[in-house]
């Protein structure tokens, strides 16, 4: 094999390996997420543990927040939404991600408060923002 083949071949293994991360940690995420749903169904003997548990999946990625709820307007830039992964952000990010995070928990004009995401912690937007500006 020419050193070009090789490198393809490396290129393809790489990528077939990210792919299958990734489903393999959307099945966990489903995995740690069900028995959580099936407390909530068996109804009227939730113990009073429950939302501990269900907090104990974790915090969602930024990357799944934004997915989730800010990309409807940072992936468009619709309503005037600096858009993600455009020079919108640079004077933005000179505000610092502490005063960025504040504005968004808050609301700023067309920018709903929590950006519509009301279980968002504050840690959650925070990763979300430092998504949506790397
Ligand atoms: C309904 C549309 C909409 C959604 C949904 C939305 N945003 Fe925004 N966002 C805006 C708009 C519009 C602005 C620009 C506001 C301005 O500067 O007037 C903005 C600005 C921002 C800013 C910059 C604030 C600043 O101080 O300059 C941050 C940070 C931000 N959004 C974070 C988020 C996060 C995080 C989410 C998801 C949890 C989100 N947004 C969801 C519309 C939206």
């Known amino acids: 094999m020419s050193k070009h083949h090789l490198i393809a071949a ?5 990528g077939a390996g ?17 028995p959580t749903a099936q407390v909530y169904v068996e109804g009227d003997n939730v113990p009073s543990a429950a939302p501990a548990a269900a907090k104990s ?7 799944q927040i934004v ?3 800010c990309g ?8 005037g939404a600096p858009k993600i992964g455009t020079a ?10 502490d005063a960025l995070l504040a504005s968004a ?13 009301m279980d968002c912690s504050d840690d959650e937007l925070r990763a979300a923002i430092e998504h949506m500006i790397k």
Do not use: F, Y
């Open 10 to 14: 490396a290129v393809l293994l790489l």
């Open 18 to 34: 990210a792919v299958q991360a990734k489903h393999l940690s959307e099945k966990n995420v489903a995995e740690r997420i069900a």
């Open 88 to 97: 919108d952000w640079a004077p933005r990010k000179a505000k610092g991600v």
């Open 67 to 69: 997915a989730a709820n």
């Open 105 to 117: 928990i808050k609301g700023l004009n067309a920018m709903p408060p929590k950006g519509m995401c």
């Open 72 to 79: 409807a307007c940072h992936l468009t830039g619709a309503a």
């Open 57 to 63: 999946s974790g915090p969602r990625t930024g990357e």
